[in-house]
């Protein structure tokens, strides 16, 4: 996956790597000169050649330096793209999963890929062109340089190094699984941090600290503990191949001595010895390095890749006369049945494969242009279940859901979502302007957002603020109220005057007279639009064309207001516990 992005920057790839093995070609250079110049030009006594060797040394060094900024900086900059490029493919992928597909990867999961994921891709193409160039070259051309120099000595070398490069390699193989086992890890401690910092406030009134604590706790023990068993596996070679270089130069300098005696070899073999046996030691390390890259960019790279490659299986279907409805409905479901996965969506982010819930059971309604449906029934009943389907967020098992008498599986999924104003209770608040926030970058011009606010009641409290429309709310909407927060997420859903307007217990935080207000000022203002209400105050969808009543997946009730009180007691219980009027 990893090559993908990097052929398309293959040029500058090349360019990085030739200039480093060039610059690390002159950094070998660099000891055989000294060597040169300590056995054959010092004993000549002439000082101008001594400085000509120096002033080559010197000019060596420069041109090596200056190679390898150019080179890292090359890398840096190749790295850096690449991440940009997989983090841009990754978020676009991540909007065009199903509700299915995001349950089964689960939103931390999705983040921590989109973050620590990429950034373990980046450092390790970073990482390729650089130490992956420079520490074989040193590593091969210190052992082939100082074969040259003396066989005798460089077969401790010979010895050792391929060792060295076993352990190095075998210790980063067993490395990949652990660092995919810590990803792993990392996403239970998102998920956990995830739900506390939003629901922060939940958790302080329920003086929840402590058991949120000891939850937090064992999520970050369990990571904290794997990651140091890859920790300290992978910290296994680098004092392995400090000691056994260190050893080796002791046996340089001890051998080296009896052979300078000994008039077999000269003072500054020894030197140069010495110069590449540090350059060895520090590819080696190197190299090291690189494998536990490697091994956390595999394990990484996996896992952006599960993301990338998903095929989206919510494919738009062709338009036939069996995906048709030409009976004047607006909104359609026909014996719609729907099982989502256990804890999916936002009550829990982890996939328990295999466990299934029936969401929706046999569920059959009808609604016309220019009416209103009211949902109501427990949480859970499937009231926001519905939503998710007329949307396609979720394709159904059973049945057909149709929009315009055209079933939504044929739909572009933009075209058919633009039809929609949508507007629920924990909808998200954005850092941004109060007029960007109702907006959303859409193509509404001022007079439609200030028209929106109006009819939603978000005008007064606006006009209240710094600034008024240009007012900056802050993350998650903290800054405002719960009532703020609400009529603002409904004038978003107002604002593109959608054909269909959806408000999932959108007016939960609203007192009932601006409630009241608000609804009114929609039938007077947005009047052909085509209205699907879910509530838990029956006050909210009195006026409602049709209103069902849910439970357990199931319709059990079906009807006007006044319908219901004669038909359905549980309808008729909720009405008198509610309004504290007998029917």
Not at 108 to 129: E, G, H, K, W
Not at 162 to 190: A, E, H, M, N
Not at 505 to 512: E, N, P
């Amino acid at each position: 996956m990893i090559f993908r992005y990097m052929r398309e920057r293959l040029g500058r790839i090349c360019v990085s790597m030739s200039v480093k093995t060039v610059a690390s070609l002159g950094e070998l250079m660099i000891p055989y000169i000294l060597q040169h110049m300590i056995d054959e030009v010092v004993p000549l006594g002439e000082a101008g050649l001594v400085v000509l060797w120096g002033l080559l040394m010197v000019a060596a060094a420069l041109a090596v330096r200056q190679g390898n900024v150019f080179a890292n900086r090359t890398a840096v900059a190749v790295a850096r793209d690449c991440a940009e490029h997989i983090r841009q493919d990754l978020f676009v992928q991540t909007t065009r999963l199903s509700g299915g597909q995001i349950d089964r990867f689960g939103l931390p999961s999705l983040i921590s890929r989109m973050t620590s994921d990429s950034y373990n891709v980046q450092t390790f193409i970073r990482a390729m062109q650089t130490l992956g160039v420079r520490a074989p070259i040193l590593l091969v051309g210190g052992i082939a340089v100082t074969l040259t120099m003396d066989a005798a000595l460089a077969s401790i070398l010979c010895v050792m190094a391929p060792v060295l490069i076993c352990v190095v390699i075998f210790v980063s193989w067993r490395g990949i699984p652990l660092y995919d086992l810590v990803q792993r890890r990392l996403d239970t401690v998102v998920r956990v941090m995830r739900e506390n910092i939003s629901g922060i406030r939940v958790v302080k009134a329920l003086s929840k600290e402590d058991y949120e604590k000891r939850r937090f706790h064992q999520a970050n023990e369990n990571l904290t503990r794997d990651d140091l068993r890859a920790g300290v596996i992978m910290a296994i070679p680098g004092p392995t191949v400090q000691l056994c270089l260190n050893v080796g130069l002791v046996l340089v300098v001890l051998l080296g001595a009896q052979r300078v005696n000994a008039g077999q070899t000269k003072p500054g073999v020894i030197l140069a010895f010495l110069t590449y046996f540090t350059m060895i030691l520090q590819s080696v390390m190197g190299l090291n390095r690189v494998f536990i890259m490697l091994s956390k960019a595999s394990a990484s790279a996996r896992r952006i890749a599960e993301v990338i490659d998903t095929v989206n299986d919510q494919p738009v279907l062709p338009l036939t006369e069996e995906r048709r409805r030409d009976n004047g409905a607006v909104l359609e479901f026909d014996h719609v049945s729907f099982t989502h996965a256990a804890g999916g969506g936002e009550r829990a982010e982890s996939f328990a494969g295999g466990r299934r819930e029936k969401s929706l059971d046999d569920v059959s309604f009808r609604l016309e242009w220019g009416q209103t449906m009211g949902l109501i029934g427990a949480t859970g009943a499937g009231k926001t279940t519905i939503v998710d389907l007329l949307m396609r967020f979720y394709d159904a098992d059973q049945g057909g859901v149709y929009v315009d008498g055209r079933d939504v599986r044929t739909y572009d999924k933009d075209a058919l979502r633009r039809r929609f104003g949508v507007a629920m209770q924990n909808d998200m608040i954005f850092a941004d302007t109060l007029e960007e926030n109702i907006s959303m970058g859409r193509p509404v011009n001022a007079a439609a957002v200030r028209q929106a606010a109006e009819a939603a009641m978000a005008a007064g409290f606006i006009a209240e603020k710094p600034g008024e429309y240009q007012y900056r709310a802050d993350i998650r909407g903290a800054n405002l109220s719960g009532g703020q927060k609400q009529r603002l997420l409904i004038a978003r859903a107002l604002a593109a005057r959608p054909e269909i307007l959806i408000l999932d217990d959108a007016t939960s935080a609203l007192d009932y007279r601006t409630d009241a207000a608000v609804r009114r000022n929609i039938r007077e203002g947005y009047g052909q639009v085509t209205s699907v209400i879910v509530a838990q105050r029956i006050s909210s969808i009195l006026s409602a064309d049709l209103i069902l009543v849910l439970e357990e997946g199931r319709v059990i009730g079906q009807g006007t207001h006044q319908e219901l009180l004669k038909t359905c007691p549980v309808y008729l219980d909720i009405y008198q516990s509610q309004m504290g009027e007998l029917a």
